[in-house]
Structures are given as C-alpha cells and as structure tokens.
C-alpha cells in the first residue's frame, strides 16, 4: 500500500525565498510529530498537502493522488489551523454548524455532526457559550471539532498546543491520543520537541526548508554514530561502579557525579549488556539507569550542528 503522504522532490519557494527544499518523505504512522523551529518550513508543507499550494518542484500524494483542487482527497482531510479565525460574538456550536453548511450539510445533518464534534473534544457542556468566553484550550478544541465534522481520515493540527497552560497541553496530548485511537491519522506539526515525546516517537524534522531525518526517535538516534550516547547510572557506589566501564573500549568518556556516573559510549548495546551483568551480580550496586540524551531535543540538536 501507498503512503498516506508521500513528498518526492518537494520544493516550494516564494520569489527568492526557499521555503522547502527537496523533501522526500513517506508517512503512514497513526500520530506523526512534524517537527522543526519557527519558520522551518512546516506550515508550507502543510498548506502543500492540503493543496492550497501547488508544488514549485517536485511532488505530494495524499491518499496516491495530488491534492491540488482534488475535492475527492479534501473531504477525506481535517485541518486545524495555527491562527483563530472566529467570529467572537457567535457560539462554538454556531462556528462549527455554519462551517458544516458551508461545506454541503444539510441542516439536520450540519447540527448532529456539530453535536458529535463538541462531543468528542469534550466541549458539549460550553457549546453554546460565546467564543469571546472561551479559555484557550477551549478555543483550540473548538478549532480542531471543526475539523473533525467531515469525520476525516487524516488530521493536520497545526501548532495545537501553542498558548496552552499545562492542564491545556495535557487535555490535548489526551485528545490526540484518543483520535488516534479511533483509527484517524493525525499529523502535529510543532517547534517545541518534548511536547511531541508525549504523543508519539515517529517525527519529521525539518529544519530551513530541509529534510533532516525522519522515523522513529531512537531509531534516528543510534544511527548518529559521531557522537557518543550519554548513559548516566544512579548508585551510592559511584567510584566502584566507574572502575568498570573505565577499561572498556566502547567508552568514550566518563564523569563520576554525587551518587550518580555518566557514562558516553560508542557502543550503547554492549554497555546496556554489561550493565545487566552487574545488575544481576550486584543488584544494590545500580539503582537507576537513564539514556540522558536518546531524547528528541537531543536528536536535534545533533542533526543541526
């Protein structure tokens, strides 16, 4: 089977300015983090995808075909935009229903799907309250319910989490967690790298209009052989514990800290390897092990340096 996007060559700039640069990406996972800062390329890969733009070279397919005034592919497509476009003065359900009319709804059709929408991002009780009432994660649920009515296959949520206090952040990884769940393929494009770890580990990571590496985070990780992976392992033996890696080969570095040592290695298998042999001759000797860089912002930071 096909991808449900794939980008072959994709390039898209806007007079002299590049905004995306041959990119060839293929995504099929349930929740993929499209990750990158402020101005690298991920809404103009977004606007590609949802045709509104058309491709200065290069292609993308959604669903095997291009989007580009494909109205087959765009009612198959829901998209959450960065930027409020609200009416203040009207309801959420209003935006929603008006916006079901628009598309072709009929009324009856246009309120149950409105209802079923609030429903879902779980604004049933604050449906017809005023926008201008609205807290900002109930803005941005109300935005992403508008575009879940068309019960979509494939989700853009641009910048979801962007302004949300914590509980917002947490309600929305939530949210986009049970949408995947409900078969839906959901794309998050964001430029703050631990809030995709809590969603999903498959990312795209763009970076000036570039592709820089896509898959899954750990996958990405160990294939960044330069630079030795930092281990650190907690123990109240600090001197005793670091007296066997210091021989090792594999081991590049070593730093003895307070009841902890960091280990950075070459060669992560044979040192998580020789860490359980000790654990299982000494199991008071380690009590906590944690790969202090296999994380995203870390995988970043490599790639970009």
């Known amino acids: 089977m096909s991808p449900i996007i794939e980008a072959c060559g994709l390039s898209k700039w806007f007079g002299e300015v590049v905004a995306l640069n041959n990119l060839d990406i293929a995504l099929d996972s ?22 509104l733009y058309s491709p200065s070279k290069g292609s993308i397919r959604i669903f095997g075909e291009a989007p580009r005034n494909n109205h087959r592919v765009m ?22 229903y008006w916006l079901n009319r628009y598309w072709g709804m009929q009324h009856r059709q246009a309120v ?14 604050r449906m017809h309250d005023a926008i201008d009432t609205y807290s900002k994660g109930m803005r941005q649920r109300i935005k992403i319910a508008q575009a879940l009515t068309g019960c979509p296959e494939l989700l853009f949520l641009d ?52 592709l820089l590496a896509q898959g899954r ?40 800290e307070e009841n902890s040592i960091l280990v950075r290695t070459r060669d992560p298998n044979f040192t998580y390897e020789m860490l359980n042999s000790i654990a ?26």
Do not use: W
Request: with cysteine.
């Open 30 to 51: 349930p929740v993929t983090g499209l990750l990158g800062p402020n101005g690298a390329g991920k809404s103009t890969f977004i606007k590609l995808a949802l045709g």
């Open 112 to 125: 149950t799907s409105a209802e079923a929408a609030c429903d879902l991002v779980n604004m049933t009780e």
């Open 75 to 96: 009612r198959r497509i829901g998209y959450c935009p960065e930027t409020d476009y609200f009416f203040e003065n009207s309801t959420g359900f209003e935006f929603i």
């Open 217 to 256: 985070v750990r996958d990405i990780r160990d294939l960044i052989d330069k630079y030795p992976q930092a281990i650190r392992i907690r123990t109240t033996q600090a001197r005793t514990l670091a007296e066997r890696f210091i021989t090792q080969e594999a081991v590049s570095s070593l730093e003895i």
């Open 159 to 210: 910048e979801p989490m962007n302004g949300l206090d914590p509980k917002g952040r947490e309600e929305m990884y939530l949210l986009i967690q049970k949408l995947a769940g409900k078969g839906m393929t959901v794309v998050v494009s964001s430029h703050i790298l631990y809030e995709i770890e809590r969603i999903t580990d498959t990312v795209v990571l763009i970076y000036g209009g570039t």
């Open 280 to 305: 299982l001759e000494d199991a008071e000797l380690i009590q906590g092990i944690a790969c202090s860089d296999d994380n995203l912002q870390s995988v970043f930071d490599y790639l970009t340096r």
